[in-house]
C-alpha cells in the first residue's frame, strides 16, 4: 500500500491540544442540556419527523463504514505512514468524517435544531484542533511529499471520483479488532438519540424552554 516514508519524528502537541475533547463536550453539554429541556416543536409534524429520523440511519450507517474502512487502511500505522488510497484517497480525514456522520445521526435522531448547532460548533472545534495540529505535525515529519498529498487530496468531505484502491490491502488485525470493539460504543448512538427524544416528547424533564 503506497504510503509516505517516515523523515522526522513529530512535535509534541500542546496542552490545548491535548485538552481538545474537554474543550468541545464543554461546547457541547449546555445545548444538549437546552435541548432535553425544550418540548419539541414538532411533535405533530409527522411529513417533516419521520424523514428527519429516516435520515439518520444512512447517516449513521455510512459513519460506521467510513470508520472501519479506514481502519482497514491505517489502523496501527497512524503517524508511522501516510496511507494515500482507499478512504484515503478521497479525504485526508476519513476516521474523523465517519464520526461526525454518527454525531449528525444523533442529532437527527434528537430532532433538535439547538443541539444540531451546539454539535457543529463542538464538531468545529474539536475537529480543527485536531486536523490542523495534525497537518502541522505530519508536514514537519514527512514533508514535501505531505504537502503534495494535502494539494491533491480535500481535507475532510470525500469527493469519490478521486478514489483508488490498490489490489491488496495489509490488514493490522489488533487495530482492526480494536475498531470492532469500539463498535460497540457506536450502537449506543442511535439508542442515545432516540432515547433523549422520547425523553423531550414524554416530558420527563419540565419544558423549560421553547426551543425548536
Same mark, same amino acid.
Given at each position: 500500500?503506497?504510503s509516505l516514508?517516515?523523515?522526522?519524528? =513529530?512535535?509534541?502537541?500542546?496542552? +490545548?491540544?491535548?485538552?481538545?475533547?474537554?474543550?468541545?463536550?464543554?461546547?457541547?453539554? /449546555? @445545548? =444538549?442540556?437546552?435541548?432535553?429541556?425544550?418540548? !419539541?416543536?414538532?411533535?405533530?409534524?409527522?411529513?417533516?419527523? +419521520? *424523514?428527519?429520523?429516516?435520515?439518520? +440511519? /444512512?447517516?449513521?450507517?455510512?459513519?460506521?463504514? @467510513?470508520?472501519?474502512?479506514?481502519?482497514?487502511?491505517?489502523?496501527?500505522?497512524?503517524? %508511522?505512514?501516510?496511507s494515500?488510497?482507499? /478512504?484515503?484517497?478521497?479525504c485526508? &480525514? *476519513? =476516521?474523523?468524517?465517519?464520526?461526525?456522520?454518527?454525531?449528525?445521526? @444523533?442529532?437527527?435522531?434528537l %430532532?433538535?435544531?439547538?443541539?444540531?448547532l451546539?454539535a457543529?460548533?463542538?464538531s468545529?472545534?474539536? =475537529?480543527?484542533?485536531?486536523?490542523f495540529?495534525?497537518?502541522?505535525?505530519?508536514?514537519?515529519?514527512?514533508? *514535501?511529499?505531505?504537502l503534495?498529498?494535502?494539494?491533491?487530496?480535500?481535507?475532510?468531505? !470525500?469527493?469519490p471520483?478521486?478514489?483508488?484502491? !490498490?489490489?491488496?490491502?495489509?490488514? &493490522?488485525?489488533?487495530?482492526?479488532?480494536?475498531?470492532?470493539?469500539?463498535?460497540a460504543l457506536?450502537l449506543?448512538? *442511535?439508542?442515545?438519540g432516540?432515547?433523549?427524544e %422520547?425523553?423531550?416528547?414524554?416530558?420527563?424533564l !419540565?419544558?423549560?424552554?421553547?426551543?425548536p
Amino acid at each position: 500500500m503506497p504510503s509516505l516514508a517516515h523523515t522526522a519524528v =513529530l512535535p509534541r502537541r500542546s496542552r +490545548w491540544i491535548k485538552s481538545r475533547g474537554t474543550i468541545g463536550l464543554l461546547i457541547l453539554a /449546555p @445545548f =444538549l442540556a437546552l435541548s432535553v429541556t425544550s418540548a !419539541p416543536v414538532w411533535t405533530d409534524a409527522a411529513w417533516l419527523r +419521520w *424523514p428527519v429520523e429516516f435520515a439518520a +440511519w /444512512p447517516c449513521f450507517v455510512t459513519g460506521v463504514a @467510513f470508520r472501519f474502512w479506514a481502519a482497514a487502511y491505517i489502523g496501527g500505522r497512524k503517524g %508511522q505512514a501516510i496511507s494515500t488510497e482507499g /478512504p484515503y484517497s478521497v479525504c485526508r &480525514n *476519513p =476516521l474523523y468524517f465517519g464520526t461526525f456522520l454518527m454525531l449528525v445521526a @444523533f442529532t437527527l435522531l434528537l %430532532q433538535s435544531l439547538t443541539f444540531m448547532l451546539g454539535a457543529l460548533a463542538a464538531s468545529a472545534v474539536y =475537529l480543527g484542533m485536531t486536523i490542523f495540529d495534525e497537518e502541522r505535525r505530519l508536514a514537519h515529519k514527512f514533508g *514535501p511529499a505531505y504537502l503534495v498529498y494535502c494539494r491533491e487530496t480535500p481535507r475532510f468531505f !470525500p469527493r469519490p471520483w478521486l478514489l483508488h484502491t !490498490p489490489e491488496r490491502v495489509e490488514v &493490522n488485525v489488533p487495530a482492526l479488532a480494536r475498531e470492532c470493539r469500539s463498535a460497540a460504543l457506536y450502537l449506543w448512538i *442511535p439508542v442515545a438519540g432516540r432515547l433523549l427524544e %422520547q425523553v423531550r416528547e414524554s416530558r420527563v424533564l !419540565p419544558a423549560m424552554f421553547d426551543l425548536p
